[in-house]
């Protein structure tokens, strides 16, 4: 069973920067997908970025440009730089992967505020 880890949610300013990271641990097989999520005030959550084997990356629109996504060498550490936040990223992000089977997994989210 894999446990994921979150960390390095918290509040911040308008512009301001936070690095969030998502630690798989357990029993881990080769991790084919690696994502974050957020879920805003409301019902909708949506993808914020992703990154498969290989090094491909993806981003929601409203994140272009702003957030990085990565992982570490060893494939089980996902890490969400996100810089020149705004309001209206606002949410609980949560981390997500799928292993090499299509078994995914859920970390237990972790507030991320940003207001003046």
């Known amino acids: 069973q894999v446990h994921l880890v979150e960390s390095g949610g918290g509040s911040v300013q308008p512009g301001g920067s936070l690095r969030l990271s998502c630690a798989a641990t357990?029993?881990?097989?080769?991790?084919?997908?690696m994502a974050w999520y957020r879920r805003p005030p409301g019902p909708q959550g949506e993808l914020v970025a992703g990154i498969f084997n290989g090094g491909t990356t993806n981003y929601a629109d409203s994140v272009m440009g702003r957030f990085t996504i990565s992982r570490d060498s060893a494939g089980n550490t996902v890490y969400l730089q996100m810089n020149s936040l705004k309001p209206e990223d606002t949410a609980v992000y949560y981390c997500?992967?799928?292993?090499?089977?299509?078994?995914?997994?859920w970390g237990q989210g972790t507030q991320v505020t940003v207001s003046a």
């Open positions: 357990g029993s881990v097989r080769r991790l084919s997908a």
């Open positions: 997500n992967v799928v292993d090499d089977l299509g078994f995914g997994s």
